[in-house]
């Protein structure tokens, strides 16, 4: 396992990082969340990525009754604050008090006293930025929680945000998590040049697009039966007859190689200096093997060059 820094802080993170959305506590039985988390671990992943609102907190409770096993200093450990906790009307959002009660939730059910990222997990327009901002770097200065990140926020937000901390000296934003793939690279235009000029690194989720960049889904072949597609509804651009074309000449890419389509996928992501870690999801160990075995792979020009004819096309 490689590591890279963090924007640029002094923390080095995991190439390939697990997260939990949409799996730990839910859709994926307790035993196959359990043994990913250890078989991460194991090959060197020190990045363990999840948020209060997944299972309505049953995958921080999950994460944590796993991780307590290792010593707390051998690995960071993230979770978020924003979406909606229950019915109240301060049960969301960014405000003071939902940002410490649920800080305060997060660590009773990681079983910890810190987190290393506290993220905000979209951006809240109802609430002052000032307000928001003073909130978490208060926690920063109480030591639970050492470094501030944001999630799917304008490269405009964050550069708001980091005038308003150096304004009445907070600690600032040093991590953006924002979807990144083959399928969408929106982050390109703005969001990795800002992140580049201000030092705040990427921490990218969905680097598969749920999938669709594995190769379990294949032009004319149904689609598996134990797939997340088969239990939800993606539409007709998520699987669409133009994307799986382009899987079948990435796949053929990959096969001359030696790699897998997932693996070619995430060493394409990690071509981007700015991008620190890959946060991939894992329904059981194999894929955990499967999707670290990218870290370290470096593309050559050649093959970025076929890679963005395809992608382009």
Known sequence: MKYRKLGRTGLK?????LGSWMTYGGYVENDNAIRSIEQAYDLGVNFFDTANVYERGAAEVLMGEVLKAYPRDSYVLATKVFWPMGDGPNDRGLSRKHVIEQCHASLKR???????????????????????????????????????????????QMVDALGIADRYLLDKIVVNQPVYNMFNRYIEKDVIPTGI???IGQVVFSPLAQGLLTGKYRRG???????????????????????????????????????????????WILRQDNIASALVGASR???VVENCAASGIVLSTDVLERIEQI???
Not at 135 to 140: H, N, Q, S, T, W
Not at 229 to 239: M, V
């Open 221 to 267: 072949q149904a689609i598996p039966a134990e797939s997340r597609a088969a239990s939800k509804d993606w539409g007709e651009t998520q699987l669409s007859e133009s994307k799986l074309l382009k899987v079948e000449q990435l796949i053929g890419i990959a096969d001359e190689l030696g790699i897998q389509v997932s693996q070619l996928a995430l060493a």
């Open 110 to 156: 990681l079983q910890t006293d810190y987190v290393d990222i506290y993220y905000c997990h979209r951006y809240d327009p109802e609430t002052p930025l000032e307000e928001t901002l003073r909130a978490i770097d208060d926690l920063v200065t109480q030591g639970k929680a050492l470094y501030v990140g944001v999630s799917e926020w304008t490269a405009a």
């Open 13 to 17: 993170v995991s190439e390939i990082s």
């Open 285 to 287: 160990p194999q894929q």
């Open 311 to 313: 992608l382009s096309a």
């Open 197 to 199: 000029e201000k030092g």
